[in-house]
C-alpha cells in the first residue's frame, strides 16, 4: 500500500520561507515522479511543481518558479518543496502526489496522494 506523508506546513510572514517534506512508503519511489499541488479555500486544485526520477529534471509553474526549490532523496524515499519569498497568495493546503508519467502537471495523471499540508501566509 502506497503512502506518502506531507509535513512542514505552518504561519509563515510574507517574505519567509518554509521547506515541505513528502515521505513515501510502500512503493518504488525511484522510479516515480513526484508532483506538489495547492488548494486554497475556495479554488481548484493547481500544479505547483514535479519532479523526474532522474535527478535534475524539473518543472514549474509559473507562479512559483524562481522561489520554490524541488529536490529528491531517493535514499531516503523523500521529496522536499523549498519555498521562499512566500505570498500572501501561496496560502493553501498543500499535496504531494506519485506518478509514473514524466514531469506532467496533470493532477488526473498522478496515481497516489497524501493527505496535505497547511500553509498560511500572513502578517
Known amino acids: 500500500q502506497v503512502q506518502l506523508v506531507e509535513s512542514g506546513g505552518g504561519l509563515v510572514q510574507p517574505g519567509g520561507s518554509l521547506r515541505l517534506s513528502c515521505a513515501a512508503s510502500?512503493?518504488?519511489?525511484?522510479?516515480?515522479?513526484v508532483g506538489w499541488f495547492r488548494q486554497a479555500p475556495g479554488k481548484e486544485r493547481e500544479f505547483v511543481t514535479t519532479i523526474g526520477w532522474r535527478a535534475g529534471s524539473t518543472y514549474y509553474d509559473d507562479s512559483v518558479k524562481g522561489r520554490f526549490t524541488i529536490s529528491r532523496d531517493n535514499a531516503k524515499n523523500t521529496v522536499y518543496l523549498q519555498m521562499s519569498s512566500l505570498k500572501p497568495e501561496d496560502t493553501a493546503v498543500y499535496y504531494c502526489?506519485?506518478?509514473?508519467?514524466?514531469?506532467?502537471?496533470?493532477?488526473?495523471?498522478?496515481?497516489?496522494w497524501g493527505q496535505g499540508t497547511q500553509v498560511t501566509v500572513s502578517s
Open positions: 502526489a506519485v506518478t509514473r508519467i514524466w514531469l506532467t502537471s496533470r493532477w488526473d495523471q498522478y496515481d497516489y
Open positions: 510502500g512503493t518504488i519511489f525511484s522510479n516515480k515522479a
